[in-house]
């Protein structure tokens, strides 16, 4: 049991409970007693991964806990699918059954640490792609990056800050502030013109084509063309759609 305990390999944890406690039914003692151990844990690998949490998101732990608990307990429960059991009876003491609960690193790291990873990238490609775009003027790719980026940002860690250097100024960025706020600023200098093409009806009453709008970037003297941006009319109003 000490081999298994000591063994960086692994994560494990051990409880027991008594023979006398339920009657000497074996059955019973080594199940309760294997309930305590997975328990066990289970409350280590949670505290585990609100520290792996914390130290990639570059968050607060009450904070991780508060935003991320349901995804915390997915990981968890993911986690102990794989929890292996040993049982050894009369152990430390005559009358005891003691139980050993236990996983690998290697499957931890699989489930937690590699999936935290793929989601940050996932959520930062975008971001970066959209801060080049901006930097060369493409305004139109720019925008939908950083919307998309915002996206997955929620979608893996809804309102808990991640904070990560994406400028390279050496100072990290909490990156749901820094995308409201590029979405912010690219949005400010929009100008969409409509062109002065009539619009004809069918006898129903439909429009019979689309009259052409112009979209511009415009900041201070410079206007710049925008194109592959989202558009919708809504009440006769040519706007921003799904931003």
């Known amino acids: 049991i000490t081999e298994i305990m000591n063994d960086p390999q692994y994560y494990s944890a051990t409880d027991f409970a008594e023979l006398k406690m339920f009657n000497n039914d074996e059955w019973k003692t080594e199940d309760v007693a294997k309930t305590r151990a997975r328990d066990e844990l289970a409350k280590r690998i949670k505290v585990r991964i609100v520290s792996t949490f914390v130290d990639s998101l570059r968050s607060e732990k009450g904070v991780v806990e508060e935003k991320l608990s349901h995804e915390i307990k997915t990981y968890s429960d993911q986690i102990l699918e794989d929890v292996k059991i040993k049982s050894y009876k009369n152990y430390p003491k005559q009358g005891q059954i003691t139980v050993l609960a236990f996983i690998k690193v290697s499957k931890y790291k699989e489930i937690v640490e590699t999936e935290l990873r793929k989601k940050k990238i996932a959520v930062i490609t975008p971001l970066l792609d959209g801060i080049k775009a901006q930097k060369q003027k493409n305004i139109g790719f720019a925008l939908m990056q950083f919307v998309d980026s915002r996206k ?18 050496g100072k990290p960025e909490e990156l749901g502030g820094f995308l409201s706020a590029r979405i912010g600023e690219i949005i400010s200098f929009i100008e969409i013109v409509k062109s002065d093409e009539k619009v004809f009806f069918d006898t129903r009453g439909r429009v019979i084509g689309r009259p052409r709008v112009y979209v511009y970037y415009v900041e201070g003297k410079e206007r710049t063309p925008v194109s592959s941006i989202p558009l919708k009319v809504d009440s006769d109003e040519v706007i921003l759609s799904n931003i």
């Not at 997955?152 to 100024?169: C, H, I, Q, R, S």
Request: zero cysteines.
């Open 152 to 169: 997955k940002l929620f979608e893996y860690f809804k309102d808990a800050p991640v904070n990560e250097d994406v400028t390279g100024d």
